[in-house]
């Protein structure tokens, strides 16, 4: 331990001395413990080893539209972990859904149930979408499947990652979080997935609806709106495939590809497309002027942290572990520090530390509202409670804001 | 005594229950049980007793031990200096390759681990015959080999006696909690009356059986229990199985003593012994 | 610990939640949290309602009558108290869509009107498969899963460059779908769940180290996950299976822990453990679990809220796992002394089952 904050600061004598980088691998453990508890008289701040604050962030940077050939993608890049995504689009005809005139009919009525069962609840004013349009935004991109991601680690990204392997289930579980999240957050709209076909009605709104070029656009005039969607029929979906690809793992992958989805979907366009009746089949336009984004449900934003301990196998001492409140009080006394939850945890430092806090946040109102949070898991240990997951949350707050700004440059 | 107390892992043994201490007598803890410190921060510092399994807190004030009874038909694990019967696979060179429990890798017992074995005189174990042995290691780790003995290596005697290959008889299956529960039984002192451990089906099959001329029996640690009754002559056989029946039906059912009193006398009647 | 109380089989012993469903005109359905009581034929309980404050409370004198069947619930939102003599008294909050197959008991009120109640509580039995080292089946009625789990330990695992730790046993954990193959869902479920057990599994005790502990749970029954779906409504069935499967497996554990499943609705009220079908319609749903000790040992929270939300969810299911929070009006009496934990008791019972059923001989003894 010495050796490592002393050759940092001033010379130590040559006869047991180590270089700084071999004993990071003899001893991980002792080697970060050393950072971030130097000793009293040091004078040295509390760092990681890789020179960040404990609540600190790696250099964030993101590369929107890369990828030519696909409808939007993104690569995002944090410190040495970096995240590749493309989206690209195709059309899911409704007559090719088995279920779809069996599965519309009952979404029908458990939507008319829903709304039912909702009469007696407060509504919520700050949603602006009704609960009926939620259901049918859920059940849509939910049974249908129009969003389909796949994250690979790329052969090399890590060692360990060898050619011809099996998807680990490293890159499985990091699929199924994507998926969920996309699911959870109800990020991309089913409305700009929807293929509308709206067929020639014989009133004065004819002329009217022909100059509408927003094919999706909901009619401002409320009567002739009731009026349009009785007859408009969907025929056909856009489906989504996300495809994410860590070309480079050096730690909290998770972040780096939710990150590279949001940009890649932020960016995603996809082109007008009709039904032509004449034809009987969707038709798209090539004009690039007419391809529309896709209007996303707020800005969800990923951080994890991952939770170091001073003393790495207290639970496997001899020793009674202190219950909820003993743990509480001990570590509120000023006193040496036992833990440290660190942000963004790179390769090494995760090695190091078994619990994980995975936040996802948004703020309501382009970053004006209130935080609000989307998904928070936390599991491997016992050490982080409340207190700590309000400290994160305002963390992941600040880090939002960041992201945002990262984001909106590219 | 006290009323039964089930601990669940992470709870303290009160210090109520334990047997009270004496000086020159350490408490010896049984399987289940760890002994932990209380972190030096803590106010009330000293040593408590936590469970790490779910089991009945067992505790005997005259050996002056404290155990966790768990759940008694878990798989048999090798532990040093347990009585087991193994059964020969086959054997090599040096040693007996045996098995202990089905699906598991073989023991090993050297061919000279017998009392007075030598080059010449060793016994020459066939395939599937049975040895009664005491677990001498267990190694460290995966692959770890257990090895088996039937000799006190200090001695060089069988002990404790009846250590060594087991002719004739047939050998029942048990739960690992009943083979431990017939063990203690038997090892309490002999003379005691009352039942021990609430196992009365032996003494009462003793009784009975006393006038076809006794058995003799083995229990080993790994849930097997071996039995013969080559004394009965015609009707050895037929004891022989009511033995084993009698012990499988006290473990499956759990039966009260005078449950099984009832069992020996109508297996014995079935069987038309006695 | 638990004296004085008679000891019931589990069929007789409900464990946790029920709602009822009253013909007459002041008590209408109900549906509460967890409670650990036994309700049998004949026995007498009460319905208090409760207007919100806590003040306007009407109280219903009802009478267990018999076995009965299933009700279905109309209305929701409405707060209940619900009160067994000798046992504790739970606030609890009507349940949309109930629709569960279980124990079923009709009441009498004072006013000769009929009452069913819904009893539905998680019950599990410890080793009913032969072969594995320890087994648990565990079926939670309110969400409608059944679970059968295995576990074989300490086992020698094949020479894998990941599974060889040197000092410590190595969890492996295998979620098996009822109706499908394990996909990239289960992956991720199997993933938390070994930070879970981990975290509670001594792997450093004797034979453990350089072994492997493996933990396989099928899905018996019960509605399917979807792709996609989260695992959250299946984690406290999957996280409860597993611990009592290691439990009869002997495994040495640093402690045990319970779970729970809460979901909250759009205008912010909080329910306890809601069906998977259920859970759809919540604005968030939230999954915890709680060591013996008290702490936070896993959380997983989706859907849209606030942190305060959160604290009064992780208050409740502190409550529901620990029963730390005495309720208000003080009429809790705690019959089974300072352990009255709902779930928490549910464990504990369920390995008292099971060795009153391998050591009657030892406890009949004493």
């Known amino acids: ?410 | 005594m006290t009323t039964p107390l089930v601990l669940l892992p992470g709870e303290e043994v009160p210090s109520d229950h334990l047997p009270p201490t004496k000086n020159n007598n350490p408490l010896k803890l049984g399987p289940g049980l760890r002994l932990l410190s209380q972190p030096s921060t803590s106010a009330a510092a000293g040593h408590v007793l936590t469970a790490t399994q779910a089991g009945l807190l067992t505790t005997d004030a005259k050996r002056n031990t404290v155990s966790l009874l768990s759940f008694s038909n878990r798989r048999y694990l090798p532990t040093t200096n347990d009585l087991i019967i193994a059964q020969i696979h086959h054997s090599s060179a040096d040693y007996f390759h045996c098995m202990v429990t089905p699906h598991t890798a073989h023991a090993l017992l050297g061919q000279l681990s017998f009392e007075g074995a030598t080059k010449k005189t060793r016994p020459m174990l066939k395939q599937g015959e049975l040895v009664y042995a005491r677990v001498l290691s267990v190694g460290i780790g995966a692959g770890a080999e257990v090895e088996l003995t039937c000799v006190n290596p200090a001695t060089g005697k069988a002990e404790p006696g009846g250590l060594g290959p087991l002719v004739g008889g047939m050998v029942f299956d048990v739960s690992t909690g009943m083979a431990a529960r017939l063990i203690r039984a038997s090892s309490a002192s002999p003379d005691q009356t009352d039942a021990v451990e609430g196992l009365v089906v032996l003494s009462e099959l003793d009784k009975k059986l006393e006038s076809v001329g006794g058995f003799e029996i083995a229990v080993g640690r790994n849930g097997k229990v071996w039995v013969d009754c080559s004394n009965a002559g015609d009707s050895a056989i037929q004891a022989t199985v009511a033995i084993g029946r009698c012990l499988q039906q006290t473990d499956e059912g759990n039966l009260s003593t005078s449950e099984q009193k009832k069992l020996v006398s109508r297996i014995l009647r079935e069987m038309k012994i006695g | 610990m638990r004296t004085g109380q008679p000891r019931l089989g589990s069929q007789n012993r409900i464990a946790a939640y029920f709602a009822a469903v009253v013909s007459d005109e002041s008590v209408r359905e109900c549906f509460a949290g967890p409670a650990a009581f036994p309700i049998l034929p004949n026995k007498r309980v009460y319905f208090a309602r409760n207007r919100g404050d806590g003040e306007d409370k009407e109280e219903v004198e009802a009478k267990v009558q018999a076995l009965g069947v299933t009700a279905t619930s109309k209305y929701m939102g409405e707060q209940w108290l619900v009160h067994v003599p000798g046992t504790h008294t739970r606030s609890a909050t009507h349940h949309p869509q109930k629709n569960c197959v279980s124990n079923f008991v009709t009441f009498t009120t004072r006013h000769q009107a009929t009452t069913t109640f819904i009893m539905v509580g998680p019950t599990a039995s410890l080793a009913p498969l032969y072969r594995a080292d320890g087994s648990s089946s565990y079926t939670c009625p309110a969400t409608g899963y059944e679970l059968l789990g295995a576990v074989n330990a300490p086992v020698e695992l094949p020479a894998r460059r990941d599974a060889l730790k040197p000092e410590e046993a190595t969890v492996e954990v295998f979620v098996k779908p009822g109706t499908t193959t394990a996909g990239v869902g289960e992956r991720y479920v199997e993933g938390i769940l070994r930070s879970v057990l981990a975290t509670v599994i001594l792997g450093r005790e004797k034979g453990l180290p350089r072994r492997g502990v493996v933990i396989t749970l099928a899905i018996v029954g019960g509605e399917d996950v979807e792709r996609g779906d989260s695992y959250l409504t299946l984690l406290p069935a999957l996280l409860h299976t597993s611990l009592l499967a290691l439990l009869s497996a002997t495994v040495p554990l640093s402690m045990t822990f319970s779970a729970t499943l809460l979901g909250v609705t759009k205008s912010g009220i909080i329910i306890p453990d809601p069906s998977a079908a259920d859970a759809k319609a919540m604005a968030s749903l939230h999954a915890l679990a709680f060591s013996s000790k008290g702490h936070l040992l896993l959380n997983e929270s989706q859907g849209r809220f606030e942190f305060d939300t959160w604290e009064a969810v992780r208050q409740k299911a502190l409550a529901i796992c620990q029963n730390t929070a005495v309720s208000a009006d003080g009429d809790v009496s705690m019959a089974e002394g300072a352990e009255g934990a709902p779930l928490h008791d549910f464990v504990r019972e369920t390995v008292e089952d099971q060795v009153h059923r391998d050591y009657p001989w030892k406890i009949d003894a004493v």
């Open chain 1, 1 to 410: 331990m010495a050796s490592a904050t002393g050759a940092a600061s001033h010379p130590v004598p040559p006869s047991l001395s180590l270089p700084p980088s071999q004993f990071a691998r003899l001893q991980p453990h002792a080697y970060l413990l050393a950072h971030l508890s130097p000793p009293a008289a040091s004078n040295q701040p509390s760092i990681r080893a890789n020179g960040r604050a404990s609540s600190q962030f790696r250099v964030t940077s993101a590369n929107a539209g890369s990828l030519t050939h696909t409808n939007g993608s993104a690569v995002v890049r944090m410190g040495d972990t970096t995240s590749v995504c493309g989206v690209r689009a195709e059309i899911l005809r409704t007559e090719d859904i088995a279920s779809w005139s069996v599965s519309r009919t009952s979404n029908e009525a458990s939507n008319k149930r829903r709304r039912l069962a909702e009469l007696n609840e407060k509504p919520n004013e700050e949603d602006e979408d009704t609960a009926a349009d939620d259901e049918e935004d859920r059940a849509h991109i939910e049974d249908l499947n129009l969003l389909v991601p796949n994250l690979s680690l790329s052969t090399g990204c890590a060692p360990g990652f060898t050619p011809g392997a099996p998807p680990s289930a490293l890159a499985q579980s990091l699929s199924h979080q994507l998926l969920s999240l996309l699911h959870s957050t109800r990020l991309v709209r089913a409305d700009d997935l929807r293929i509308w076909y709206q067929p020639p009605s014989l009133g004065p709104e004819e002329l009217e609806r022909h100059n509408d070029d927003e094919q999706m656009d909901v009619d401002p005039n409320p009567s002739g709106g009731v009026e349009d969607h009785k007859n408009r029929e969907i025929k056909g979906f856009w489906v989504l495939y996300i495809d994410v690809m860590i070309i480079s793992l050096a730690g909290n992958p998770f972040d780096a590809a939710w990150a590279s989805v949001l940009a890649a979907l932020r960016d995603t366009k996809l082109p007008r497309s009709w039904w032509d009746v004449d034809s009987e089949m969707i038709l798209c336009s090539d004009n690039v002027s007419e391809a529309s984004k896709l209007s996303l449900r707020g800005l969800p934003v990923a951080s994890s942290f991952c939770v170091f301990e001073a003393d790495a196998a207290a639970g496997w001492r001899a020793v009674v572990i202190p219950d909820a409140e003993e743990q509480k009080a001990r570590s509120q006394k000023k006193g040496s520090q036992q833990r440290w939850i660190l942000a963004d945890p790179d390769g090494y430092e995760e090695n190091l530390g078994q619990e994980r806090i995975c936040l996802v946040v948004d703020k309501e109102k382009g970053g004006k509202g209130k935080t609000v949070v989307l998904k928070m898991e936390k599991h491997g240990g016992w050490t982080v409670d409340t207190d700590d997951l309000r400290q994160l949350v305002d963390i992941s707050a600040r880090r939002w804001d960041e992201m945002k700004r990262i984001l909106d440059q590219c």
